[in-house]
């Protein structure tokens, strides 16, 4: 059973951004595409950088450090150097508050 942690109001990430959060000491990235909110590991898989620092474009976000891409609805690298996904996280609204169960895979 999915344990849901409230994270923040879905009027705090405005449409096409991101924002990191850190969640039962997981480092969470949210974003939101047109309403839906995606959440994964702010981690790059190659070199363990902050994804958060890189630009969200569509439904890819950069990593600064190398220029790899993560595809934020799958987690799925699209550009190497990274080549293993990072971590998704399930997403759900509940009363206007944006919630994540962090022990989703």
Known sequence: MPKF?????????KNG?????TINGQDILIANLDGEFFAIEDRCSHEDSRLSLGCLKGDLIDCTLHG????VKTGLPVEEPAVDPVRTFKVRIKNDMIEIDPGSL
């Open 5 to 13: 942690t409230p994270v923040t109001p879905v009027t705090t990430i």
């Open 17 to 21: 951004t991101a924002k990191p959060f």
């Open 68 to 71: 790899s891409r993560f595809n």
